[in-house]
């Protein structure tokens, strides 16, 4: 018997321990919401650079719609499934007026992509113009974004 | 003049039969955020394989024995289980990762969601693994590989810096941004995706099925050392793509659609067409080779008869194995995993797992019993121990370097 | 590769343990899960009588020699079944090849059956139990355990020759104790270092008796007749 109290015991320590790593409802630390906000600015910022080359290169007539209209749906998921886990981060006190910036800047991102997505996949041109506008835009801005923040962080 | 057709045709499938999906995905990522500076890596990985390659295919004409029998024999049967586990846990991932990368492809392709292409390609994965002979499904699916090609010119097309590039490959330096920890992740994953113990498995099976004898082995060395490397070639211009297409907007590869990006750009609609029948090609030529391995592993290790050169009927257990993971890696797929973050995981397994199959091949290749007058020479044995050591330096590293750097974030 | 039922000796272990066997028309029928072993009362040395297979030969050998824990789950799986831990078993003269496989002179079709029980005068075990036991004796050269049985071949059993008696683990020799090969370097170096105590032990005067079954542990005579592990030869 006594192995396997050993054996529940190991277990119910794993178990715990690897409770501990589950996140909490606490505020993030300084160091790892910089971390969380660089990875997630750089997962956007290669959303909107990879939706900007596919909508160029599709008016140049490079590229097939099936293929754009996929890509551009896979970038946005790429996007959303990182802005969410961010949002529902807690910044540090400090950050918080940088986290609401970062926060409102991603929202922009994901509306600029949803935008493009829906002009890939209806096939209208115009819109897909309107659309690389938004897209450029958004790409300019967060780029300044994450790098005021590294600067920031210096 | 039939046999050099023969030879042509064998090196022509080694190349396209080289690139998987763990190729494509970490190549490309890679190259977007390392440029070229991990060439040297994939080139230490491509001679891994070519040597190792190349033993257990010469241990299969010798011997008549496929790798995972050697396995059981030189490890026992405990240590031989825990490598069975591990070998089928990657060999499966890596599975999954292909079929789902065949439907991402197909989803390119076709706009059609992938979830409702996946259950298709599982059904016509299991109709070749069942009904089509092994040289055809081996030839048909590797010269279409070839189609990859396309990402040599794309990057020659798109005109890079070549001295830049050429002094990127010899040097082992990182980009001011990056880590050494991601560099060194980087590089166990990128030794990973080209030695994949699967590789070795279907090798040295497929020695057995084809009936490799003594004369073959002539034949067998040109796929390894000239197809191999060629292969390899293709993984570096993929990286090279994405490299010159992809990094200067500091785009990180995350979906199959952007390893495909860079030869949209440089060679249009066409280039793109090929380069996504490329993907399809390729990934479903690993799907059947890593479903046929699942089966060769498991009955190798249990001593039921396996292969395609004796009618279903008379394998029938083979088949039964071969069903269920193809039922399996689907269901897996069908609830909705990135296939690309599965194989990120099948590569850094495939380091941890490499070991306990190369090393008694190391062993049985010199063993004058099995081998004969075939046995390693000075060379084998000497390129053979380096490999020793790197691949169980991979091994120890892989799973520290995962969790440091939170899969290369 | 050469048939080692010409050559005469083969080692248990090395030769015959987990190779596949293969019928008369190179199929395949399973592995050698492992070795049936029979002690005489009359005195002739030990043999190995029959290949066994199944799952009731492998799990044993899976499960530690004082535990059991893995064999007894296997046989609560199926507690109803009265032969659920008699493997199946192939006997001797069937085999016809030894190599890279256990060849057999016969088809597949329906060839494999229990393990009869033992007959008069003999007591059955199996070659997986008695490997890996510790060796007492009262001979300064012997320490360690078992490793390896080196056999001989007759007409229908394979005979008891030597004990390959050493530190390590059984298997963890690799063949480098034949000594006809040597590579590569640094692998041939470690298991001969590892193995540099190595001996062999007649096992004329053996029987089931100096054996400590449940405990592990063979018992040999101070004067048995000990002498080196060809390495080198």
């Known amino acids: ?154 | 003049m039939k046999r050099l057709l023969a030879l042509a045709l064998g090196i022509l499938t080694a190349i396209g039969g080289f690139v998987d999906i763990g190729d494509m995905v970490v190549n490309a990522q890679v190259g977007a955020r390392f440029d070229l500076s991990l060439g040297l890596v994939v080139a230490v990985g491509v001679l891994g394989i070519c040597v190792f390659a190349e033993m257990s295919g010469r241990v299969a004409v010798c011997s008549k024995r496929a790798t995972f029998d050697l396995v059981r024999e030189r490890l026992g049967p405990r240590v031989g289980l825990l490598n069975l586990v591990a070998s089928l846990i990657v060999t499966a991932l890596t599975f999954v990762a292909e079929i789902g990368g065949v439907a991402l492809a197909l989803a390119l392709v076709s706009s059609v969601n992938d979830l409702l292409i996946i259950p298709l390609v599982g059904l016509l994965v299991w109709l070749v693994l069942w009904r089509a002979k092994f040289s055809l499904m081996e030839n048909v699916l590797g010269l279409l590989g070839l189609a990859l090609v396309v990402f040599a010119v794309a990057l020659w097309k798109l005109g890079p810096d070549w001295s830049e590039l050429g002094h990127q490959l010899a040097t082992a330096d990182k980009p001011a941004d990056e880590t050494w920890t991601t560099y060194a992740y980087y590089s166990v994953a990128l030794f990973g995706a080209a030695m994949t113990p699967y590789e070795v498995f279907f090798f040295s099976s497929g020695g057995v099925e084809e009936g490799w004898t003594e004369k073959d082995l002539g034949t067998m060395r040109a796929n390894v050392f000239v197809g191999f490397p060629l292969g390899g070639l293709l993984s570096l211009a993929i990286a090279g793509c994405a490299s010159v297409a992809l990094g200067p907007l500091a785009i990180d590869v995350a979906s199959l659609s952007q390893v495909a990006l860079p030869v949209g750009i440089a060679l249009g609609k066409i280039g793109l067409a090929v380069a996504l029948l490329g993907f399809v090609a390729a990934t479903f030529g690993a799907a059947c080779e890593t479903g046929l391995s699942t089966g060769y592993a498991l009955a190798q290790y249990f001593g039921f008869q396996w292969g395609k050169y004796v009618r279903p009927g008379e394998a029938t257990r083979f088949h039964v194995v071969l069903v269920v993971a193809t039922f399996l890696a689907v269901g897996v797929l069908m609830t909705g995993v990135d296939p690309i973050l599965v194989t990120e995981a099948s590569v850094v397994g495939s380091a941890v797992a490499l070991p306990l199959t190369y090393f008694p091949i190391l062993v049985v290749a010199n063993d004058i019993d099995y081998m004969g007058a075939h046995r390693n020479g000075l060379l084998a044995n000497f390129l053979g121990t380096i490999y020793l050591v790197l691949v169980f330096v991979a091994a120890v590293a892989a799973i520290p370097l995962l969790v440091i750097t939170g899969m290369g974030a | 590769m050469d048939n080692r039922l010409d050559s005469g000796a083969l080692d248990a272990a090395l030769h015959l343990l987990d190779r596949q066997v293969t019928d008369k028309d190179g199929l395949l029928v399973c592995k050698v899960d492992d070795l049936e072993v029979s002690f005489y009362a009359d005195g002739s040395p030990p043999a190995v009588t029959r290949i066994l297979t199944g799952a009731a030969a492998l799990v044993p050998r899976m499960s530690s020699r004082t535990g059991h824990l893995l064999r007894e789950r296997w046989t609560s799986l199926g507690i109803q079944y009265a032969d659920r831990d008699v493997p199946l078993a192939i006997d001797l003269h069937l085999v016809g090849h030894v190599g890279s496989d256990i060849r057999l002179k016969v088809g597949r079709d329906g060839l494999l059956d229990r393990q009869p029980p033992a007959t008069e005068g003999t007591t059955l075990r199996r070659m997986g139990e008695l490997l890996g036991m510790r060796v007492s004796s009262g001979h300064p050269e012997l320490r360690g355990v078992l490793l390896d049985v080196r056999l001989e071949s007759t007409a229908d059993r394979f005979v008891f020759r030597h004990l390959v008696v050493g530190p390590g683990r059984p298997g963890s020799l690799l063949g480098y104790d034949r000594g006809d090969f040597n590579g590569p370097w640094l692998v041939a170096a470690a298991v001969k270092r590892m193995h540099r105590h190595v001996r062999l032990a007649s096992c004329a005067a053996i029987e089931e008796a100096d054996i400590d079954w449940d405990r592990g542990v063979i018992r040999l005579d101070g004067d048995t007749a000990v002498g080196p592990a060809a390495f080198d030869a």
């Open chain 1, 1 to 154: 018997m006594g192995g396997r109290v050993r054996l529940i015991a190991a277990v119910v320590a794993v178990l715990l321990l690897g409770g501990c790593g589950v996140r909490s409802g606490a505020a993030e630390s300084e160091s790892g919401w910089r971390t969380e906000v660089d990875q997630t600015l750089g997962t956007a910022v290669s959303s909107l650079g990879t939706t900007m080359l596919l909508l160029e290169n599709q008016a140049d007539g490079h590229l097939t719609g099936n293929y754009v209209v996929v890509a551009v749906r896979d970038t946005l998921r790429t996007l959303n499934t990182e802005a969410q886990a961010f949002e529902s981060l807690q910044p540090p006190a400090s950050e918080a007026a940088a986290n609401r910036r970062a926060v409102e800047a991603l929202g922009r991102a994901v509306t600029a992509l949803n935008a493009a997505s829906t002009a890939a996949s209806a096939g209208d041109r115009r819109a897909g113009r309107d659309a690389l506008r938004d897209v450029r835009r958004a790409y300019a801005a967060l780029q300044d974004l994450r790098d005021r923040l590294t600067e920031a962080a210096r």
